[in-house]
């Protein structure tokens, strides 16, 4: 209870200092903050969504980030590494409406598309460091084979380190993408336990997801010395029990962005919070998951508190068919709810302004509408402050947030954390 309120006094603090920002603190450039603010670019977000490299700038949350990961770079049957869609990230011609600079690939450009535009975003922001994740929920589903041997763990890093850091494209002259990323974030879902259905999974992915490290470490170093190495963790803890060396992984790391989100969601039949920041003790499930148990489990593991980044959501899970007497939270529905781009999600964007009765639970660090039918638990600016308030009591890295295509044209949820993590 004590923890939970020098929270809240933390949480006032914050605002008061959003609201009034010294000129030091708004002087402050990404390349002295003491935190990380980390954020996911998604690669097919240019098509229906209709997100570009351009609105990262517009939106002014290229200004307020550290750390920008462009999603998603895959792992191939053969082993290795290879661009999920040539077409978005380097052969699309970018036209002048969508062009960071305002100026329109030609035949003649060298490098056109997403990497293209974030050569230009590195240039307005010279602090901010991109880089390529690798895997992601439908790309992890090889990494197993691939790290299966020293042979075959120097091979994916030998193709890693030059597609994407040597910038060495299919179709272009050697070295055109040099320069766009300054290091390789992992992103496997997951070593040793289930993702996505498919993916090749093996009880050694615990001791080999170390050992690739190791040699993506070592290759990265040679090529340059100050390219960055992160990875993407999952929240449960039998998650990270089955598939990491929590104290070795993180002697390799820079940082580590940790699941944050997604710790209920709509396959189950019953609502929750998503990304509740403290546990819920009415929380009628056997495990109650919350950001601070995840902390707690990877600190209890060995990994350095200032090399924890949270994951924090721009979007939300929400279930329909939910009738409850009361505020909808922890009540049985029928299903998942009708959203943008997927059942049972949706952008913060669209959520901030859809119809229905708000509760917030600064107990938990929650936020959740329920309307009679449809239930949404997300996360709003006031949340972000909470949660960023909560990363600097505690000492760790600081905040990543999925996705920036999910937030509003301000960037309120980016602004939000920026305004307490510098």
Not at 65 to 82: D, I
Not at 164 to 173: E, F, H, N
Not at 224 to 229: A, N
Not at 401 to 414: E, F, G, I, R, V
């Amino acid at each position: 209870m004590l923890v939970r309120r020098i929270l809240a006094v933390a949480v006032a603090a914050a605002l008061a200092a959003t609201l009034a920002p010294s000129a030091a603190a708004q002087a402050t450039t990404g390349g002295a903050d003491r935190y990380k603010r980390v954020a996911y670019f998604i690669q097919w977000g240019i098509y229906g969504r209709n997100f570009h490299v351009k609105d990262v700038d517009a939106s002014g949350a290229a200004g307020k980030l550290t750390h920008l990961n462009y999603a998603f770079g895959f792992v191939g049957q053969e082993g290795t590494c290879y661009s999920a869609d040539p077409w978005a990230d380097w052969q699309r011609p970018v036209p002048a409406e969508q062009s960071v600079d305002g100026v329109a690939d030609t035949d003649d450009t060298p490098l056109k598309g997403n990497l293209g535009q974030l050569k230009k975003l590195k240039a307005r922001h010279p602090d901010l460091k991109v880089l390529i994740s690798l895997g992601g929920w439908t790309g992890s589903k090889y990494f197993s084979d691939a790290v299966l041997t020293p042979e075959s763990r120097a091979t994916l890093a030998a193709s890693c380190v030059g597609l994407w850091l040597k910038g060495d494209l299919p179709g272009l002259p050697p070295g055109a993408a040099a320069g766009v990323f300054d290091g390789i974030d992992l992103d496997w879902e997951w070593p040793g336990s289930s993702g996505n259905d498919g993916n090749v999974i093996r009880p050694e992915d615990k001791r080999n997801f170390t050992l690739f490290l190791v040699e993506l470490r070592r290759q990265m170093k040679a090529y340059d010395r100050r390219s960055l190495l992160s990875a993407f963790l999952p929240a449960a803890a039998a998650k990270i029990d089955a598939g990491f060396e929590v104290r070795k992984v993180f002697d390799q790391l820079d940082f580590a962005t940790v699941q944050g989100y997604d710790l209920h969601g709509t396959w189950e039949n019953r609502t929750g919070h998503q990304a509740n920041l403290l546990t819920d003790r009415r929380d009628p499930n056997d495990v109650k998951y919350s950001v601070d148990q995840t902390v707690r489990d990877y600190t209890g593991r060995g990994a350095p508190a200032r090399k924890l980044v949270i994951g924090v959501p721009a979007y939300g899970q929400g279930w329909t068919g939910v009738t409850s007497p009361g505020n909808g939270l922890y009540a049985t529905a029928t299903g998942p709810a009708p959203g943008t781009w997927a059942a049972g999600t949706e952008d913060y964007k669209n959520l901030a302004g859809k119809p229905g009765k708000r509760y917030r639970d600064l107990l938990t660090g929650t936020l959740w509408l329920y309307d009679g039918n449809e239930f949404w638990s997300y996360d709003d600016p006031a949340v972000m402050l909470q949660k960023a308030a909560y990363i600097r009591l505690k000492g760790l890295g600081g905040s990543m947030l999925w996705s920036l295509d999910q937030d509003d044209a301000k960037a309120s949820l980016t602004t939000a954390l920026y305004s307490v993590l510098r």
